[in-house]
């Protein structure tokens, strides 16, 4: 009796489809196997399923800024054995990150009182789009976001793309900055920018990574004791108030605030949770130096704090926090979350000994596939 080809085809399947999203090297290991597998897992029907399954891109890394004489972008892979990135790809002297969002790296080079060059970044496909400059500015910041409506953003790679400018202008005949904020989209798609309404307020725009929640994004004023939020949709601009506790941090604890509907419909700041990081940080001595410094967004609900021993990942729900960097001055961190499958890479070569290295995940992988073989085989006797 023949073996039943669709069935084992299709537990094949299932098995590969469980290979983890945050270790891209099981996929690139499990497609040097044979051919048959290279073309299952490079095939977009394939592809659809695997990121439709796992729902969120995973978190590949951390990129963010030091300064070392001159500023400078690094990244930290989330798990280095398993990273397809090469750090010197995310290494730019003279270059500051702004934030990571939907596949793409954000960058502007640093310069002051001066007009910047921005970068969008695809570290996956390699491709590099140099946005125009659009204004001289005192202090300024910028948001990317995929430009495809109603977009999962599974697979926003090679797609338009806006990047939302928020800056605070200079007037070069004056010498002088202005008193109000203004706010530019930039589309990849016109590859021009639009202007929205300007508010006039007087703040220091932070250079941190903006949030993204619905259809708006919030920057951070006056190291946090402010917020900007931009309207997507009806592209206005409003100043909130930051609660009465700078930064969410107070003497050792980390502080929770969501911003509600009141009972008169008037929003306003409720207090959550209060975690302390002081039994959680591994260190018996004072806490001097603390500060959030990032976050992730999807519903991933983490939040990244420095302190004087390094970064840390500090999860709310689970109160677990988690060492994702050493100790040092840090802006500002941002999170890449993206799925890197094989077939997507462009410029950015795997690290072979990684690739070819078998952790368990992908030994256990293969002792299943195998037993589906000598099941068949069984059978069709």
């Keep these: 009796m023949a073996r039943p080809p669709d069935l084992i085809d299709d537990a094949v399947t299932e098995i590969l489809l469980r290979l983890p999203p945050d270790d891209p090297a099981c996929l690139v290991r499990a497609s040097l196997v044979c051919k048959a597998w290279r073309e299952l897992l490079t095939g977009p029907a394939f592809l659809r399923r695997y990121r439709a399954f796992h729902g969120a891109p995973p978190l590949l890394g951390y990129s963010h800024n030091v300064y070392d004489e001159v500023p400078y972008a690094r990244f930290v892979a989330a798990d280095a054995r398993a990273s397809p990135f090469s750090a010197p790809a995310f290494g730019r002297l003279n270059w500051w990150v702004l934030e990571c969002r939907h596949g793409r790296v954000l960058g502007q080079s640093f310069e002051r009182h001066a007009s910047s060059n921005l970068l969008v970044w695809d570290p996956i496909t390699g491709v590099q789009h140099q946005v125009p400059v659009h204004m001289t500015y005192f202090c300024h910041t910028a948001a990317v976001l995929c430009g495809v409506a109603g977009c999962d953003h599974l697979n926003c790679h090679g797609g338009p793309f806006l990047v939302v400018s928020i800056c605070i202008p200079y007037e070069e005949e004056e010498e002088q900055a202005v008193d109000f904020i203004s706010a530019c989209v930039y589309s990849s798609e016109t590859g021009a920018w639009t202007s929205s309404p300007s508010i006039q307020f007087d703040a220091y725009i932070e250079e941190r990574p903006s949030l993204l929640a619905r259809d708006a994004l919030y920057f951070t004023l006056q190291q946090g004791r402010r917020i900007l ?31 509600q509907a009141g009972p008169y419909g008037v929003a306003e700041w409720v207090q959550g949770r209060v975690i302390k990081l002081s039994t959680l940080l591994p260190t018996t001595g004072p806490l001097i130096s603390l500060g959030v410094i990032g976050f992730l967004e999807g519903g991933t609900y983490t939040i990244f704090v420095s302190t004087d021993v390094g970064i840390f990942a500090v999860m709310p729900k689970s109160e677990q926090m988690k060492k994702v960097c050493e100790g040092g001055f840090h802006h500002a961190i941002a999170p890449y979350m993206s799925f890197y499958t094989p077939g997507t890479g462009g410029v950015l070569i795997f690290n072979l000994y990684n690739a070819l290295c078998a952790p368990y995940t992908f030994l256990w992988c293969c002792f299943l596939l195998c037993s589906l073989k000598s099941f068949s085989q069984t059978i069709s006797k």
């Design 229 to 259: 939020k931009y309207d997507l949709v009806g592209q206005g601009l409003q100043v909130i108030d930051a609660p009465d506790m700078f930064d969410g941090l107070a003497y050792g604890n980390l502080h929770l605030w969501s911003w």
